[in-house]
């Protein structure tokens, strides 16, 4: 595993696209915890989401079920 | 992991029959979360439904148990 | 990940004379479902079987918890 | 994946153990299922057991949680 | 597998971090069990937390749903 | 995947002094197992347990939370 993101593919480049718009997203979880928030990063392992108070979250990549951009 | 997807794999070139028939899915989660729509895209990572009113959920293939074209 | 399957293993090779004998199984998956039906084929990343309607459902190997040959 | 089984891992071994004396043991699985039964043959992917019916179960090792011999 | 831990990600040196800050953290499992403390060490498999008594719990990574540090 | 453990890493070491010095120590498990016992043995896959009547519980590494030391 290289330190590298692969931003040549779609799932990792369509999130770079919400952080940079600062669009509001649900993250549900195998926990089956929804989250929702903004993207401020994501690395190889983990995505990190800031709540309405400006709270980060770090999620672990292994834990996502799904990810829905707020309409 | 390289950016290719293995496109001589059945699994992954039924996936790209489905995109390009725009048929509709229910994909089955580890989460019991049962989602129905068409498929957009796929990557490795991540596969892309949307539902009846054109809103995209990106899916974690590690999330996914089950897919069942609708007859 | 090569596009080949391990065809030198004892659980691929028992799969494939499943597919070739068209025995009925059971399949145990993580999500606590237990879906029965034919095996139609496989791949590395799934199996796909076919219920008693004809209808393939795609089964990811990641959610597999065991799978028994109908006696 | 080569196709050759760590037959140096203790863990390996000691199933290779099993299947050879035939001793039962019990599994139980990520989805909560207590297995009961002789381990027939492992490979890299599976453990196969059998019931006192000699009916065969192949478990996939990504759903084990332990393993217990019965005393 | 190398004994290197990847400190050029985010998440580890935000890790990193919290341990050098000794700051407290909520950590969310898969199992939904929710642990509080302060981060004492991470290497590749585990990340260790020490709770108000200084008891250490190792948690294995895989394990790892998010992590919240404390506002 | 090769047949040595990475003793260099915390988390092996911390297990191997666990073993040597016959700790109790509490597994908590992805299925809400919680096992309570002394650790006999690790390799790549798996840790073994003993209980308090000698009978061990091999567990698969995959499936474990997290592991506290008996205070």
Known sequence: MSTDLET???SIRQIQNLIRDEKEVE???LTND???GKIRWQDQNCICMVDHYDQP???WRQAIAYM???P
Chains 1, 2, 3, 4, 5, 6 share one sequence.
């Open 8 to 10: 040549g593919l779609p």
């Open 27 to 29: 993250m549900k979880l």
């Open 34 to 36: 929804l989250l929702t």
């Open 68 to 70: 829905k951009p707020k």
């Open 57 to 59: 979250t770090v999620i």
